[in-house]
């Protein structure tokens, strides 16, 4: 069972937009920034989302992250049969004194 | 670019010490938190815990007693060893670079991960 919860699964259709929520507690989300990274099958995660909102170089502006209380959302915009993959949100629980992550969400392009 | 090149035994008995080392490539140490991380096929990711360029270190309290993360700066290499290894350690490992702000790490990039499986 993971600190911060996402959905299991988000599904849409290619040109369209999707949003993936990640729901903590004041321990994590509620006081400390939240990054977002991409697995595609088979390969390592990526950094797609720091400091809540800013993106890296190389990540296109399709990619958003917004945080309010204690929740956290990735948008993705103009959605692409390359995006499929598990997307993941991570942040610092002071209470638990460790990085924690999202159990992910596995988003399939339609 | 920084480009982190891992390796290490992908195969362990029961109660045997798992060894992984990380290369870092392109990148100083400085002003970095070094990092491993871990995933159990099928499932989510999970902090095992990283170094400072001067060794300090920070354990998921949950592996504790059983982790050493160890810093090379020399030969710009970082390593993992976990103790007492279990089947609920079988994972893909993860080096990564981490920064922090405002106390909270973030990780990229990623090496590219070592499938280690414990089995009698």
């Known amino acids: 069972q993971s600190v911060l919860t996402q959905p299991p699964s988000v599904s849409a259709a290619p040109g369209q937009r999707v949003t993936i929520s990640c729901s903590g507690s004041?321990?994590?989300?509620?006081?400390?920034?939240v990054s977002w990274y991409q697995q595609l099958p088979g390969t390592a995660p990526k950094l797609l989302i720091y400091?809540?909102?800013k993106r890296p170089s190389g990540i296109p502006d399709r990619f958003s992250g917004s945080k309010s209380g204690t929740s956290a959302t990735l948008g993705i915009t103009g959605l692409q049969t390359g995006d499929e993959a598990d997307y993941y949100c991570?942040?610092?629980?002071?209470?638990?004194?460790?990085?924690?992550f999202g159990g992910g969400t596995k988003l399939t392009v339609l | 670019q920084v480009q982190l090149q891992q390796w290490g035994a992908g195969l362990l008995r029961p109660s045997e010490t798992l060894s992984l080392t990380c290369a870092v490539s392109?990148?100083?140490?400085?002003?970095?938190?070094w990092n491993w991380i871990r995933q159990p096929p099928g499932k989510g990711l999970e902090w095992i815990g990283a170094?400072?360029?001067?060794?300090?270190?920070n354990y998921n309290p949950s592996l504790k007693s059983r982790v050493t993360i160890s810093i090379d700066t020399s030969n710009n290499q970082f390593s993992l060893k976990l103790t007492s290894m279990t089947a609920a350690d079988t994972a893909v490992y993860f080096c990564?670079?981490?920064?922090?702000?405002?106390?909270?790490?973030?990780?990229?990039?990623w090496g590219q991960g070592t499938l280690v499986t414990v089995s009698s």
């Open positions: 990564a670079r981490g920064k922090v702000v405002q106390g909270v790490l973030y990780f990229d990039p």
């Open positions: 392109g990148a100083s140490f400085s002003g970095y938190y």
């Open positions: 170094v400072n360029p001067t060794g300090g270190t």
């Open positions: 004041t321990s994590n989300i509620g006081n400390h920034f």
């Open positions: 400091e809540n909102n």
């Open positions: 991570g942040t610092w629980d002071s209470s638990l004194s460790v990085v924690v």
